[in-house]
């Protein structure tokens, strides 16, 4: 299974992004599927995850700014992520879980002032 997230760039503050995720190689759909990110000389982070129901959960950090959804046939998940600030640049990554974790590779998000 591999989960491969794009849509990461240079944007100013107050600018939008999306990221996506896509999946290949599962034969099931995640019971949940998430946005984590990683600042440099910080802990990764959860930014928002969504269940196969539609449940979602944000950070406190992003809630009112990014918004989190999931196409269940595809096994893909977004992240609409706006009002960017400078303090959300960091990698980010998808997760989905589904018994264990998977992970995608990261995908930078640079967000200038």
């Known amino acids: 299974v591999q989960l491969q997230a794009s849509g990461g760039g240079l944007v100013q503050a107050g600018g939008s992004l999306r990221l996506s995720c896509t999946t290949s190689?599962?034969?099931?759909?995640?019971?949940?599927m998430g946005w984590y990110r990683q600042a440099p000389g910080k802990q990764r982070e959860l930014v928002a995850y969504?269940?196969?129901?539609?449940?979602?959960n944000y950070a406190d950090s992003v809630k009112g700014r990014f918004t989190i959804s999931r196409d269940n046939a595809e096994n893909t998940v977004f992240l609409q992520m706006n009002s960017l600030k400078p303090e959300d640049t960091a990698v980010y990554y998808c997760?989905?879980?589904?018994?264990?974790?998977?992970w995608g590779q990261g995908t930078q998000v640079t967000v200038s002032s």
């Open positions: 997760n989905g879980r589904y018994i264990i974790d998977y």
């Open positions: 190689g599962s034969s099931f759909s995640f019971n949940l």
């Open positions: 969504i269940s196969k129901y539609a449940s979602t």
